[in-house]
C-alpha cells in the first residue's frame, strides 16, 4: 500500500469514527426520550485502484412495526377502559359510601317511618316524621340524578376535548407526513420527523382507537379500529356536537369521521380504543343504565302510594306525585303539597285517605287509632313488583330490594372496570417495555459503543501520524 493510500484510508475512518461517534452521542441524549428510536451509524467500505475508503452512508432508525403498533392498540385500550373507571370513581369519591346507597338508605327510613305511624296511627309526630322520610327519599333521588346528569355531561365535553385534539393532530400529522415522504423519495435523513410523527401517532391513539398502514416511502395511512379513515395523504374531517342536557332520556350526540358515526348512540363503526371509546361507555351506557334505575323508583314510588276509591274506581296520586311541567320524571318527583304540612298540607290524609277529594276518603268515621290504610301501604311497599328490564338488575322485586340492587350493579361495574383497567394498563407497559427494548436506548450499550468508537479513532489517527511523519522523512530525504 502507498503512503497515498494510507493517508487516505486513515483520513477516511476518522471521518466515518467522527460521524459514528456523533450517532452515538446522539442516542445518548436521547436516552430518556421515549418517543426516540434508537439509531446506527451504516458504514460502507470501497475498495479501489488506489487503495480503500470508509465512509457512513447514513443513520439507520432501529423500527419494530409490529412492537410499536401493538404499543398503539394496548395503549389504546388501556386510556379506554382508564377514563371509563375514572368516571365512575367519580361518582363514588374514596372514603364515601356506594353510588345509590342513600337513596337505598332513605327507601328503607321511609319504610320504617311508616310501620311506625301504622302502629300508632294517632301520633301526629308519627306521621310527621314519614312526611320528612318521604321528603329525604325524594332529595336523594334527585341528587343521584343531578350527579348522573353532571357526569355525563363532563364525559360529553371530554369528548368534544378529545374530537378537537384528533383534528389538531390530524392536520399537523399531514405535514410531517408529506416531509417524510418527499424527504425519503429525495433520500434525506428523516429519522427525526418520523421520531415526531410516531409521537403524533400515539397521542391520536390515546384518544381514538386507530390502525396504521405503511404506504411507499415511509408515508402511512391511519384508520379508526374500527376501519374508517381517519388520515391517508390528508386528514378525514372529525365533528361532534357537545350536548347542553343530559337528563334521563336525553340522548347524546354521535362522533362522526367523514360523517360515518363511531362514537355514540348511532355508532355504525364504533371505535373500541382511546379515551373516546370509554367516554361513550359511561355517557351513553352505564350513566343511562343508573339513570332509568332512578326512573323506575320514582315511578314505583308513586304508584305504590296511589290512591284508590273506595267506592269506585278513581286512582289519583298519593304521598308521591309527578309535578306537572318541564323535565324528566325524576326532576318532576315531589312529596304531595296536600300532606306536607311544610306546603300547607295535612299529614292525616295519608293515614285517612282523602289527598285527592272526600270521595277517596277511607276513615270516614275520623276514627284516629284508624290505621287500614296506612297498613295497606305497608304491604304494597313490601309486594314484589315489576321494573323495566333495562334497568340492568333483577325487573322482579320489592322497591327496597330493587334499591339495594342497584347499588349492587354500581359497585360491581365499577369494580370490573378497575379491574379491566389495571389489566389493560398492565398489557400496555409490558408492550411499551417490550418496544423500547427493542427500539430505545440502552446507555450501558451506548457508552460500550462510544469508547469502541474512541479506539477506532485513535488508532487511526496513530496510522494519519505514522503516516504524516513518513512524508515528512521522504520529503526529507529529497531534499
Same mark, same amino acid.
Given at each position: 500500500?502507498? #503512503?497515498?493510500?494510507?493517508?487516505?484510508?486513515?483520513?477516511?475512518?476518522?471521518?466515518?469514527?467522527?460521524?459514528?461517534?456523533?450517532?452515538? /452521542?446522539?442516542?445518548?441524549?436521547?436516552?430518556?426520550?421515549? /418517543?426516540?428510536?434508537?439509531?446506527?451509524?451504516?458504514?460502507?467500505?470501497?475498495?479501489?485502484?488506489?487503495?480503500?475508503?470508509?465512509?457512513?452512508? *447514513?443513520?439507520?432508525?432501529?423500527?419494530?412495526?409490529?412492537?410499536?403498533?401493538?404499543?398503539?392498540?394496548?395503549?389504546?385500550?388501556?386510556?379506554?377502559?382508564?377514563?371509563?373507571?375514572?368516571?365512575?370513581?367519580? #361518582?363514588?369519591?374514596?372514603?364515601?359510601?356506594?353510588?345509590?346507597?342513600?337513596?337505598?338508605?332513605?327507601?328503607?327510613?321511609?319504610?320504617?317511618?311508616?310501620?311506625?305511624?301504622?302502629? %300508632?296511627?294517632?301520633?301526629? =309526630?308519627?306521621?310527621?316524621?314519614?312526611?320528612?322520610?318521604?321528603?329525604?327519599?325524594?332529595?336523594?333521588?334527585?341528587?343521584?340524578?343531578?350527579?348522573?346528569?353532571?357526569?355525563?355531561?363532563?364525559?360529553?365535553?371530554?369528548?368534544?376535548?378529545?374530537?378537537?385534539?384528533?383534528?389538531?393532530i390530524l392536520s399537523d400529522l399531514e405535514g410531517v407526513n408529506n416531509k417524510i415522504v418527499s424527504g425519503s423519495a429525495a433520500g434525506k435523513d428523516v429519522n427525526a420527523l418520523m421520531d415526531q410523527r410516531d409521537e403524533m401517532l400515539k397521542v391520536l391513539s390515546e384518544e381514538i382507537g386507530i390502525e396504521v398502514l405503511d404506504q411507499d416511502n415511509n408515508g402511512v395511512a391511519v384508520y379508526t379500529d374500527s376501519g374508517i379513515t381517519l388520515f391517508e395523504k390528508s386528514p378525514r374531517e372529525v365533528s361532534f356536537d357537545t350536548s347542553l342536557s343530559l337528563g334521563s332520556g336525553?340522548?347524546?350526540?354521535?362522533?362522526?369521521?367523514?360523517?360515518?358515526? =363511531?362514537?355514540?348512540?348511532?355508532?355504525?363503526?364504533?371505535?373500541?380504543?382511546?379515551?373516546?371509546?370509554?367516554?361513550?361507555?359511561?355517557?351513553? %351506557?352505564?350513566?343511562?343504565?343508573?339513570?332509568?334505575?332512578?326512573?323506575?323508583?320514582?315511578?314505583?314510588?308513586?304508584?305504590? !302510594?296511589?290512591? *284508590?276509591?273506595?267506592?269506585?274506581?278513581?286512582?289519583?296520586?298519593?304521598?308521591?306525585?309527578?309535578?306537572?311541567?318541564?323535565?324528566?320524571?325524576?326532576?318532576?318527583?315531589?312529596?304531595?303539597?296536600?300532606?306536607?304540612?311544610?306546603?300547607?298540607? %295535612?299529614?292525616?290524609?295519608?293515614?285517612?285517605?282523602?289527598?285527592?277529594?272526600?270521595?277517596?276518603? *277511607?276513615?270516614?268515621?275520623?276514627?284516629?287509632?284508624?290505621?287500614?290504610?296506612?297498613?295497606?301501604?305497608?304491604?304494597?311497599?313490601?309486594?314484589?313488583?315489576?321494573?323495566?328490564?333495562?334497568?340492568?338488575?333483577?325487573?322482579?322485586?320489592? #322497591?327496597?330490594?330493587?334499591?339495594?340492587?342497584?347499588?349492587?350493579?354500581?359497585?360491581?361495574?365499577?369494580?370490573?372496570?378497575?379491574?379491566?383497567?389495571?389489566?389493560?394498563?398492565?398489557?400496555?407497559?409490558?408492550?411499551?417495555?417490550?418496544?423500547?427494548?427493542?427500539?430505545?436506548?440502552?446507555?450501558?450499550?451506548?457508552?460500550?459503543?462510544?469508547?469502541?468508537?474512541?479506539?477506532?479513532? /485513535?488508532?487511526?489517527?496513530?496510522?494519519?501520524?505514522?503516516? %504524516?511523519?513518513? !512524508?515528512?522523512?521522504?520529503?526529507?530525504? =529529497?531534499?
Open positions: 500500500m502507498s #503512503l497515498t493510500s494510507a493517508m487516505l484510508t486513515a483520513q477516511s475512518s476518522i471521518a466515518a469514527r467522527s460521524a459514528e461517534m456523533a450517532i452515538a /452521542s446522539r442516542n445518548v441524549a436521547n436516552v430518556n426520550n421515549p /418517543s426516540y428510536a434508537r439509531q446506527e451509524a451504516v458504514v460502507q467500505n470501497i475498495v479501489t485502484d488506489t487503495g480503500s475508503v470508509v465512509y457512513v452512508s *447514513h443513520a439507520s432508525r432501529m423500527v419494530n412495526q409490529a412492537a410499536f403498533k401493538a404499543t398503539l392498540k394496548s395503549g389504546s385500550a388501556a386510556i379506554a377502559s382508564g377514563s371509563y373507571a375514572n368516571m365512575l370513581d367519580q #361518582l363514588n369519591p374514596s372514603g364515601q359510601v356506594p353510588f345509590g346507597m342513600s337513596v337505598a338508605s332513605s327507601i328503607g327510613s321511609l319504610n320504617e317511618a311508616l310501620v311506625a305511624y301504622g302502629n %300508632d296511627p294517632s301520633n301526629q =309526630v308519627l306521621g310527621q316524621s314519614a312526611i320528612n322520610s318521604a321528603n329525604a327519599v325524594v332529595n336523594d333521588i334527585k341528587q343521584s340524578a343531578e350527579s348522573l346528569k353532571s357526569t355525563r355531561l363532563e364525559a360529553d365535553a371530554a369528548m368534544g376535548r378529545a374530537v378537537d385534539n384528533i383534528n389538531n336525553e340522548v347524546g350526540k354521535n362522533v362522526l369521521v367523514d360523517g360515518i358515526a =363511531v362514537a355514540g348512540p348511532g355508532a355504525t363503526a364504533p371505535v373500541s380504543g382511546g379515551a373516546i371509546a370509554g367516554y361513550a361507555k359511561v355517557r351513553d %351506557d352505564a350513566l343511562v343504565t343508573m339513570q332509568t334505575q332512578l326512573d323506575e323508583t320514582a315511578k314505583a314510588l308513586v304508584d305504590i !302510594f296511589q290512591e *284508590h276509591e273506595p267506592a269506585a274506581a278513581g286512582v289519583g296520586d298519593g304521598l308521591f306525585t309527578f309535578v306537572v311541567g318541564a323535565g324528566d320524571l325524576v326532576s318532576r318527583l315531589e312529596v304531595n303539597s296536600a300532606v306536607d304540612p311544610a306546603k300547607g298540607g %295535612d299529614v292525616k290524609l295519608l293515614r285517612d285517605g282523602g289527598i285527592n277529594g272526600a270521595t277517596y276518603k *277511607h276513615n270516614t268515621d275520623d276514627n284516629a287509632g284508624y290505621s287500614d290504610l296506612l297498613k295497606s301501604y305497608e304491604t304494597a311497599f313490601n309486594q314484589e313488583r315489576t321494573f323495566d328490564p333495562v334497568s340492568g338488575v333483577n325487573p322482579t322485586s320489592t #322497591l327496597k330490594d330493587f334499591a339495594a340492587n342497584t347499588v349492587s350493579w354500581f359497585s360491581a361495574e365499577r369494580k370490573m372496570a378497575t379491574e379491566s383497567s389495571t389489566l389493560d394498563a398492565s398489557a400496555f407497559n409490558s408492550n411499551a417495555q417490550m418496544l423500547s427494548n427493542k427500539t430505545g436506548v440502552n446507555i450501558d450499550t451506548e457508552m460500550q459503543r462510544l469508547l469502541t468508537i474512541e479506539t477506532a479513532y /485513535s488508532a487511526s489517527a496513530r496510522l494519519m501520524t505514522a503516516v %504524516d511523519r513518513m !512524508f515528512q522523512e521522504l520529503l526529507g530525504a =529529497v531534499r
